[in-house]
Structure formats: structure tokens, C-alpha cells
């Protein structure tokens, strides 16, 4: 039946969309079908009535943002932007979960629409805190023609109880982000049953302590008016963010498995379908969408144009720039024989790039002078002062990780993280996100070794720095003195993705031969030598160690070349001829790092390394004692000399 009015229209179009978040799954055999069919009602609110966007422009820079932080749902996303006209085509909707398909198992930043990558429970609301942090910063400097939009972001169970999101909901309501509207699918379902079996907080006292607006909407998930009021409502809420909490039933209108938490999970068999068809009145056929309702979304989904044609106007220059033209020309320049921790020559970089980098903004987790991560003057980024570039995270580290992911994902703004690099731990999750889903920003890492100290092995890194390069497409970045921490910033800089610096506590000698600009090719020549016997690869701290062994060979006839080998992704992504000028393969080769061996085998013969943990003492007597020392690397290199001439 063709329907008449426009609420048989909107009734129509949920239920197309809860048919094909059955037939996808359905057909991928896979689950995930019982929340994106709950749901259904509330994206078509937001997708037709709520949202400011255009279809047409997925990446219109005032648009507002949208973040399914329960990523399991992704059907739900894709059919709207199939729906509404992002450019998913109904045969993308056919090929879920395939190989090369644009409908991954869970929402990538790479489709169309997708604003950030979730899956993983609890990093989409932290994404949002970033989000709305990213917005209302640029909106303070740019002004409302520019920026004016908001986030909204839907979480369930499974991302509150996530650390993350306790993190970041207490930093979103200290800063008072009132851009930010988060639902909560109250739906009291989790994978393994009742959400009760193990979560009994009062979300919405929870969210009160924080500072949050909460707004308990109750039973009203199939009720359009109800929940866009509630969302005009959240969006007109300035001085904080808002929860609303929406009670919905997994699985709706299943006859067999609402409230049903195999509804998760588990795809509906033939029957269950047809048997949800019926009870919606819809034909019995897969992926069955009408015209008149695509041609209803297509109509929603282009009413931004007006409102994006207008932004166009005011703003001819375009969206607001994270750098400026010659920003690399502004980092320092550090003098040979000085000795400075890389992390103090990081914070001159950070300075100097405060001015020709407006976009640049961060800060660190409750670690900004040790870390080196103050922004300019360190005006705060708070409610009273959204113009603020510097994030006081406080002690929160994994939040503070998601928000850079965020923030970068917004655009505009060029966002930074610092703590220490043993707590790197805390915020891998969203390390890998950020990986993942190329979001460009910097983790500044300090206090990067053994050398950290009298604090002991608690505070001393080991295995960090191998199991960061172990992160596809993170650009680990350990710069060996102040020279080459100015190449890493321009380095990172000028990378789409994420980058990892690894700066050290303790000063260290900045070097006559080392380059900034090198740092760009990964690895290059420090020290070299006639006819190289051997040949010493260093990193950080352990490249004036390097030198100095060089040194001391030298003196006993032993011709060494000194590679610094600050970044390995840049190294290896060279032409292999190249990696074989600067690292000859038939030349006995031995790595220093003061972390562990494993993976140095790539390029080395023999690894000197820490495969321990550290120990509480002063941090050269550290180094020192696990290895870190001239004669250690010495007879290192001798012993491999022998052991190839036996
Ligand atoms: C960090 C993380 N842990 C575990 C999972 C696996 N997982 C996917 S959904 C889910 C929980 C589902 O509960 P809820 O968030 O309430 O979603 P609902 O079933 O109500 O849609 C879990 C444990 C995950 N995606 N991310
Ligand atoms: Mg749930």
C-alpha cells in the first residue's frame, strides 16, 4: 500500500530500515541486527529532522557530526547514508561485511559519512568529547560564520561501562561542552544477558556528578515527536552536555526476539524475518526499498544544501586551516655541544609552532611541563575561555588519547597528547584508533627509558617502544638530539597519520652531524668512516652512546659507521637500495636501544637492549647497569667481529 500521509511515510521508512538491518546481517551471516532495528526511529529523527548536513558534501566543514559509538550497529548507519544519499549504493548494502566492500564490519572513517571509526566500546564517546572540543575551540576563534555545529553520539551499555567513557564524560562535563548530545540506548541488554548481570550503576546520577544534563526520556523509542523534541531540546543546552536516556527494546518489533539478547549477536533466521516483516506490514523481500522512500531520505538528506551554500559564501576561503603557509620554517635550530633532554628541545618546537600553527591544541595528561606540552602561553581551553588551545586532561590518559582522535577527525585543529611513555599503556586502545583510522595527530611520549630513574621500573619503559612500532601505520619517531626532535616535528607535521614522539627525561648532547631533515628518511649516516668494519645503529639516548663506542672502536682499529635510525616506518618504506646505502647488508651491524631486542633482528645482527625491567637508582647508574654503557657496546661489536671471523 502506498502510504498517504506523511506519517505513514516516516512509519514506512523506519521499517525499510529495520528490514534491511535484518537482510544484511542476514545475508553476511552474520548478527548485529537487534539494535540498528531499536534504533531505527531515532536515526531517522536525527537523519531527517534534527541533524544540519547535506548529503552531497559528506565533508562540509559546518556540518553536525554523528558518531555511532555502538559501532556493532553499523547497518543502522549505512542504511541512512545509503538512505539519505551519501553515496552507499544498495548494492554496498548487499555486500556488508565483504571484502573490499564500503560497508565494513564496523563504521571506518573511510566511507562516506562516517565520521570516525568505532567498534571498539566506548572510543566513539570519547571521540565525541573530542569532537565538540575541537568544534567549540574553533568556534571561539573563528567565529559563528565558520563553526557552529554539534556532535551528536550514540552509546549503549557496553560504552559506559567502558573505563573510557567515565574518563571522558567527566572531562566533557568539566569543560561544560554543551555541543555535545550523547543518547544512551538504555536497552538493559548486553551480549551475555541481562545488562543487570553486571551493571547496576545509576547512569544518570552518574552523569548529574559529572555535570552532565540528563534528560530521562523514558519509553518513547518509537515516538518521532518525543525524541526529536528531546533532541532539540539537548541541542539548545549551552553550558554542558547532555545525556538523554532512551529505554529502547533490542530486537523491536521481532515477534520472537525483542528483548532478546541472542538479538545482539545472532542473525535471524529466514523465518524470524519474515515473521518481523509481517508484524511491520512490509513485503517479505530482501533489501526491499521503495522510491518514494528514498526519494523521502534524498529530500532530507539535500536540505542542508541551502544552509552549506550560505557557509560557502561567508566563508570563500574555506574551512578554518590547521597550519599556517612556512609554519616549518618557525621550528629552532639547536647548537652542536649543547645538552638538552629531547623533551625541553620538543617543547621549543611545541612553542615556536604555537604561532604559525592556530590549529595546534592539546595539552597533557596532568604532565604538561614535565611532558613539555604547553601551547603558547597555555591559555586553558575551559567553558569561560573556549578560545583556549591548552587541554588540561588531567590524570586521564586513555580519554585524553581518544579526544586527540576526535579532535583530529573534526578537523582544523592539530591536536597533541603528552604523558609518560610508560603509560602509553593506558591509552593504546585509542592509539591503535587513531592508527587506524588516520587520524592526524601527536602523541609527545617522554620519560622514554630506563633512564627516568630514581622512580624505578614502574615509571621506566622497556617494552613500550617495540610494541608502539608494532601499531600499523603509527609513525614511531625517537629523535637522538635536539636537531633531529625539530625534524621529527616537521616530519609529523607533514604525515596524514598519527605519529608517536619518544623524547627523553635526561639531557643528552646535541650532535655536530645529525640532521633535521634526515629525519625524514628514517635513517641515515652520522658517523662514517673509510672502510667500515661494523656498523652501530642507535635511537635517542643510546645515538651519543653510539658515537661514543664508535669512538673508542676506532681507537682499538675497529672501522665503525654510526647510523641514527629515528623512525623506522620512513626507513623501511624506502626503495630497498637505499635502505642498503645506509645500512650495507654485508656489513655486521649491531642496534643499541635501552628497550627490548625484539624486532631489532630486522636490521641488526646483534641487539644491545633491556629485556628486563629496570630498577629504582639514578638513571645513568640505570643505564649503566642494564647495558647501556661504551664497554658494553664495545665488546658487543667485538664479540660480533670474532664470533663472523671463527
Ligand atoms: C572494548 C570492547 N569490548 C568488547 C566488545 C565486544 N562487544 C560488542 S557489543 C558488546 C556489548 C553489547 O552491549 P551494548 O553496548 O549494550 O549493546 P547492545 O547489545 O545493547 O546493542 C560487546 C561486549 C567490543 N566491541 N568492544
Ligand atoms: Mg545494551
Redesign the pocket.
Known amino acids: 500500500m502506498t502510504p498517504v500521509t506523511d506519517q505513514e511515510l516516516e512509519q514506512l521508512g523506519i521499517n525499510v530500515i529495520r528490514g534491511l538491518a535484518m537482510d544484511a546481517p542476514a545475508k553476511a551471516n552474520s548478527g548485529h541486527q537487534g ?1 540498528a532495528m531499536a534504533l531505527a526511529p531515532l536515526a531517522h529523527v536525527l537523519y531527517t529532522r534534527v541533524m544540519k548536513y547535506d548529503a552531497a558534501d559528506p565533508e562540509w566543514f559546518d556540518r553536525d557530526r554523528f558518531i555511532l559509538s555502538a559501532g556493532h550497529a553499523s547497518i543502522l548507519q549505512y542504511s541512512m547514508l545509503h538512505l539519505t544519499g551519501f553515496g552507499l549504493t544498495l548494492d554496498d548494502l548487499e555486500s556488508f561485511r565483504q571484502w573490499g566492500s564500503a560497508t565494513p564490519g564496523h563504521p571506518e572513517a573511510h566511507t562516506p559519512g562516517v565520521e570516525v571509526t568505532t567498534g571498539p566500546l566506548g572510543q566513539g564517546f570519547a571521540n565525541g568529547v573530542g569532537m565538540a572540543i575541537a568544534e567549540r575551540n574553533l568556534r571561539a576563534r573563528n567565529g559563528v560564520d565558520a563553526c557552529d555545529h554539534h556532535t551528536f553520539v550514540i552509546a ?3 560504552c559506559l561501562s567502558e573505563g573510557v567513557s567515565h574518563e571522558a564524560a567527566s572531562l566533557a562535563g568539566h569543560l561544560g561542552l554543551g555541543r555535545l548530545v550523547v543518547v544512551y ?1 538504555d ?4 551480549i551475555d544477558g541481562d ?1 543487570s548481570l553486571s551493571l547496576s550503576d545509576d547512569a544518570p546520577a552518574r552523569f548529574r556528578a559529572y555535570g552532565w544534563d540528563v534528560d530521562e526520556i523514558g519509553e518513547v523509542a518509537e515516538d518521532l515527536d518525543a525524541l526529536e523534541a528531546a533532541l532539540d531540546r539537548a541541542k539548545r543546552i549551552e553550558d554542558r552536555p547532555t545525556l538523554i536516556v532512551l529505554r529502547s527494546r ?1 530486537g523491536f518489533p521481532s515477534p520472537d526476539h525483542t528483548d532478546d539478547h541472542e538479538a545482539h549477536g545472532l542473525a535471524f533466521d529466514a523465518g524470524d524475518i519474515t515473521r518481523t516483516k509481517e508484524v511491520m506490514g512490509i513485503p517479505d523481500e530482501a533489501f526491499y526499498v521503495p522510491d518514494h522512500v528514498v526519494a523521502h531520505y534524498r529530500l532530507a538528506g539535500g536540505r542542508g544544501s541551502a544552509a552549506r551554500a550560505q557557509w560557502e559564501r561567508r566563508n570563500p576561503g574555506g574551512a578554518p586551516q590547521a597550519t599556517t603557509e612556512g609554519w616549518a620554517d618557525a621550528l629552532p635550530a639547536f647548537e652542536p655541544g649543547d645538552s638538552i633532554a629531547t623533551r625541553k628541545s620538543s617543547q621549543a618546537c611545541v612553542t615556536a609552532l604555537s604561532d604559525v600553527v592556530p590549529g595546534l591544541i592539546g595539552g597533557a595528561a596532568d604532565l604538561t611541563g614535565n611532558t613539555g606540552t604547553k601551547i603558547g602561553d597555555g591559555a586553558p581551553h575551559t567553558a569561560e575561555t573556549p578560545e583556549g588551545r591548552q587541554i588540561y586532561f588531567g590524570v586521564r590518559e586513555h580519554a585524553m588519547g581518544s579526544v586527540l582522535v576526535g579532535a583530529a577527525k573534526h578537523g582544523g585543529v592539530l591536536p597533541i597528547g603528552g604523558t609518560f611513555l610508560v603509560f602509553a599503556d593506558y591509552m593504546r586502545p585509542a592509539v591503535r584508533m587513531a592508527a587506524l583510522s588516520e587520524a592526524k595527530c601527536v602523541f609527545v611520549y617522554t620519560h622514554d627509558s630506563v633512564g627516568v630513574g630514581e622512580d624505578g621500573p614502574t615509571h621506566q619503559p622497556v617494552e613500550h617502544i617495540m610494541s608502539l612500532r608494532a601499531i600499523p601505520e603509527l609513525q614511531v619517531i625517537r629523535p637522538g638530539d635536539a636537531t633531529e626532535t625539530a625534524g621529527a616535528w616537521k616530519l609529523a607535521l607533514e604525515t596524514d597519520g598519527p605519529t608517536a614522539l619518544i623524547l627523553s627525561r635526561q639531557n643528552m648532547p646535541v650532535l655536530e652531524t645529525t640532521s633535521a631533515d634526515a629525519v625524514a628518511g628514517g635513517a641515515y649516516v652520522v658517523v662514517d668512516v673509510e672502510e667500515p668494519d661494523a656498523v652501530l645503529i642507535g635511537t635517542g639516548s643510546e645515538l651519543s652512546l653510539c658515537v661514543d663506542a664508535a669512538a673508542a672502536l676506532a681507537r682499538q682499529g675497529v672501522a665503525t659507521r654510526v647510523v641514527s635510525m629515528p623512525c623506522w616506518n620512513v626507513f623501511e618504506a624506502r626503495p630497498l637500495a637505499e635502505q642498503d646505502e645506509v645500512l650495507p647488508p654485508e656489513l655486521p651491524t649491531v642496534s643499541v636501544e635501552a628497550g627490548v631486542t625484539l624486532g631489532w633482528e630486522r636490521h641488526a645482527d646483534l641487539a644491545v637492549g633491556i629485556d628486563r625491567f629496570g630498577a629504582s637508582a639514578p638513571g645513568g647508574t640505570v643505564l649503566r647497569e642494564l647495558g647501556m654503557n661504551v664497554d658494553n657496546v664495545v665488546s658487543a661489536v667485538t664479540d660480533l667481529l670474532s664470533a663472523i671471523s671463527d
Not at 536497552?187 to 548486553?190: D, E, F, G, R, S
Open positions: 539494535t549503549g551499555d557496553g540506548d536497552n538493559h541488554i548486553t545488562a533490542i
